[in-house]
């Protein structure tokens, strides 16, 4: 399936989903209303910039949203209202009533709707989740994911009613991967706790199986390199990756590197191009991809109600989602 791609937004993580597309030979077309969009497509060697949204949805026959996350909802909806299959960055929404709305839009117009969780598609993810399928730990009864980062250089990012913080950056992906692996979630209960740019969550989750995850997300100064880490125990065994222990080399200083939201990936075996060939496949075919809609609501709700225990000081239980 050859398409034409509407990529809206210009900045960091359109740096991953750009040249992934041009790799899986389609065309690109990208606005962004920051002056950034030439400079993309120069440093990656294709697509042509346009000069508004109508100009993108005119020419696309998939939208690709690369924006700020408060600014997901409006796009989305104006991709519907094209009719345009969408591909959204995560978190699908800044808010709960947003993702709520927005899925169940598309799923009301029979329209496509992606949400962008790539760590489902990271070689040690998409193992960790065969792995359990097979039953070679047994039941799963303890997750442990961990991820850290240092702290975004200013801008949206730092803005919590714009980003949602290190819950909706950083979390999110495990959110997803918890459920994915040990299944929906009852229960939550969280802490959060900030200091100057630094911000750091700790979220336990019981899912209705009876098991338990322990999520950890942390955004800080410190000079410190991206990092995850899980082990899932199970009845028969534990499954287990950091990536520290397979990174080539590691540096312990003062000196900061210059910033860089993406975690290091292979070329060869990107994960954002295998979302984003995943997405394209289902268009065509109709089969459901790895990631559907209603998973990146059922990773908002979850969030959600991190962010309610967090603040409140409370478990937060949560009623069973139903399907669209």
């Known amino acids: 399936m050859h398409t034409t791609v509407g990529l809206i937004g210009a900045g960091g993580i359109a740096n991953a989903h750009l040249p992934a597309w041009l790799d899986l030979g389609h065309d690109v077309v990208v606005h962004s209303i920051a002056d ?32 700020p996350t408060h ?46 969780h790539v760590v489902r598609y990271f070689a040690e993810y998409a193992e960790l989740h065969r792995a359990v399928t097979r039953g070679d730990i047994g039941s799963v009864a303890v997750q442990r994911h961990t991820r850290q980062g240092r702290s975004p250089a200013g801008g ?20 997803d991967m918890a459920r994915w692996i040990g299944g929906e979630v009852e229960r939550v209960f969280a802490r959060t706790h900030a200091v100057g740019g630094s911000q750091s969550t700790q979220a336990f989750l019981t899912h209705a199986n009876g098991s338990i995850s322990v999520l950890t997300a942390t955004w800080t100064t410190a000079p410190i390199e991206f990092r ?25 200083g003062d000196a900061v590197p210059a910033p860089d939201i993406l975690p290091d990936f292979s070329p060869l075996t990107s994960p954002y191009r295998a979302e984003i060939e995943d997405f394209v496949r289902s268009v065509a075919t ?24 967090a603040a409140e000081g409370r478990p937060v239980d949560l009623k069973p989602l139903e399907a669209a």
């Open 228 to 252: 995850t880490l899980f082990e899932v125990a199970g009845s028969h065994g534990l499954l287990h990756a950091d990536s520290d222990e397979r990174r080539p080399y590691r540096y312990q």
């Open 71 to 116: 600014t997901h909802y409006e796009l989305a909806l104006a991709a519907l209202g094209h009719g345009l299959p969408t591909i959204c960055e995560k978190p699908l929404t800044r808010t709960l009533p947003e993702a709520e709305d927005l899925v169940a839009r598309f799923a009301d117009a029979r329209v496509p709707l992606f949400p962008a």
């Open 156 to 175: 949206w990012f730092l803005d919590e009613a714009l980003s949602g913080g290190v819950l909706l950056d950083l979390m999110i992906h495990d959110i």
């Open 36 to 67: 950034d969009a030439e400079a993309l497509t120069r440093r990656h060697g294709g697509g042509r910039t346009v000069p508004s949204l109508d100009a993108l949805f005119e020419a696309a026959d998939v939208v690709d949203i690369c924006t």
């Open 286 to 309: 109709g089969v459901p991809p790895r990631v559907t809609a209603l998973d990146g609501l059922a990773a908002m709700r979850i969030a959600d109600a991190v962010a309610r225990s």
